[in-house]
C-alpha cells in the first residue's frame, strides 16, 4: 500500500512519540525496582533550622546544626553583616548574642537575625573557598569536633502539663480535666547522650515522651487565637518522673525534680516549620521495646490552649520550657509495672524534631 508522503512523515512522527514514552515508562518502571524510595519517600522538607547550644574550649554558644557543621549564630550573624550588607568591620552584632537564651529574649528582631544569616551562610557552604573564609571567622564548627547540650542549659523556668492526653488519663484512672494540670519541674534540663541519674531513694523511675515548647517573647493575657505567635520553636522532652516520690503526698514538684529527670533537645526547631503543632507522632522506645506511640491529635489542651490559659495568671517569660504531657504507655500504667533500669537507653521521638536518646544508670 502506498502512502503519500506526509502521511508517512506524520505516522513515522507519532510513532517515534509512542516510542518516546513508552521508552520514558520503561525507564520510570526500572528506576522505580532498583530505587523504590524514589515513591515512598514523600517531597523533602524546608530545610529545618534546628537551633543549639554547642560546647568547645569549656564555652558554650548558642548555633544551627546545618549538615556535618554547627554555625555560630553571633558570628554569622557578624559575617552576614560584613559580606552581605557590607556594614564594615565595626558593625554592631549585639543583635544575635553569643547565648541561646539571650537570643530568644532578642524577641522576634533576633530571631529573624538568625534567619538570615543562616539563609546567607547557607548558600556558601557549597563554594569550598567560601566553606574556608567561614571556618577562618569561627562561623563553621565541624559537628564531629563540639559537644552539644541540651538547646536551653539554663531555662527562665521549666513548666509541664499533666494528664494531658485522653487516652493516658483513661489509663491511669483519672478524669479528664476541665482546665491543664500545671506544675514545675525544678532541675536544670539535660541534652541528648547525657546520664539519666537514677538515686537510690527513687524506687519507681518512669519515662514520659513529650512535646515541649519554648516561649519566644514575653506572654501575658494573650488569646488563644494569637498563642503561637509567642512559641519561639518546639522540642523534644522527656519529664522523666519518680512515681514513688511524687504520689508520696498531694504535690508533684519533688517527684518531679530529681537531678537528670528533666531532659530537652536535641534541637530548638523554630516554629515556621511545625505549622501544626497538634498533627506530630511521638514515640518512646528502648531497643526493640516500644513502650509510646501516639499523636499530639490526642492532647486534652493543644499548645495554643495551654498558652491562653496559664498567662491569664502569670507572665511566660522567653526561654520558658512548656512540656505538654504524655500519651498513653507510661511505666506505672503498665501491667505489670515498668520502671526505667540501669544499663538501658531510652530513645524518644517526635515528628520533626529529632531523636532523644540517653542511658540509664542507678547510682
Request: glycine share 8%.
Amino acid at each position: 500500500m502506498n502512502m503519500s508522503d506526509d502521511k508517512w512523515s506524520s505516522l513515522t512522527v507519532s510513532r517515534n512519540s509512542k516510542l518516546r514514552i513508552l521508552k520514558r515508562g520503561a525507564l520510570r518502571r526500572g528506576l522505580l525496582l532498583l530505587f523504590p524510595a524514589l515513591v515512598l519517600l514523600p517531597p523533602s522538607p524546608l530545610q529545618a533550622t534546628k537551633l543549639v547550644t554547642y560546647s568547645i574550649l569549656n564555652e558554650a554558644r548558642a548555633g544551627a546544626v546545618e549538615g556535618t557543621y554547627v554555625v555560630d549564630l553571633n558570628r554569622a550573624f557578624a559575617f552576614y553583616l560584613l559580606n552581605a550588607l557590607k556594614a564594615g568591620p565595626r558593625a554592631d552584632n549585639s543583635l544575635v548574642p553569643a547565648g541561646l537564651l539571650a537570643v530568644l529574649e532578642g524577641g522576634d528582631a533576633a530571631l529573624d537575625a538568625v534567619r538570615k544569616s543562616l539563609e546567607y551562610t547557607r548558600k556558601l557552604l557549597g563554594d569550598p573557598v567560601e566553606v574556608d573564609r567561614l571556618r577562618a571567622a569561627g562561623v563553621l564548627r565541624d559537628l564531629k569536633r563540639v559537644k552539644l547540650l541540651t538547646p536551653l542549659p539554663f531555662p527562665h523556668r521549666i513548666l509541664a502539663i499533666g494528664l494531658n492526653y485522653r487516652k493516658h488519663a483513661e489509663e491511669s484512672g483519672q478524669k479528664i480535666p476541665l482546665f491543664p494540670e500545671v506544675f514545675s519541674k525544678e532541675s536544670l534540663p539535660i541534652g541528648a547522650g547525657e546520664t539519666i541519674r537514677i538515686p537510690k531513694a527513687v524506687k519507681q523511675p518512669d519515662y514520659e515522651v513529650e512535646l515541649a515548647f519554648v516561649i519566644g517573647k514575653p506572654a501575658r493575657n494573650v488569646s488563644k487565637e494569637r498563642a503561637l505567635e509567642y512559641v519561639a520553636g518546639y522540642m523534644v522532652f522527656n519529664d522523666v518522673s519518680a512515681r514513688d516520690v511524687q504520689r508520696r503526698g498531694s504535690q508533684w514538684v519533688l517527684g518531679k525534680s530529681v537531678d537528670t529527670f528533666a531532659v530537652a533537645g536535641p534541637y530548638l526547631v523554630l516554629k515556621d516549620e511545625i505549622p501544626n503543632p497538634q498533627k506530630l507522632e511521638l514515640k518512646a522506645s528502648v531497643g526493640e521495646e516500644v513502650l509510646q506511640q501516639s499523636n499530639t491529635a490526642d492532647m486534652i489542651f493543644s499548645v495554643a490552649e495551654i498558652i491562653a490559659d496559664v498567662t491569664q495568671y502569670l507572665t511566660l517569660q522567653p526561654g520558658t520550657i512548656v512540656a505538654t504531657g504524655t500519651p498513653s504507655g507510661v511505666g506505672s500504667a503498665r501491667k505489670p509495672q515498668r520502671w526505667l533500669r540501669h544499663g538501658e537507653t531510652i530513645r524518644l521521638e517526635v515528628q520533626g524534631l529529632g531523636v532523644l536518646e540517653n542511658p540509664i544508670v542507678q547510682e
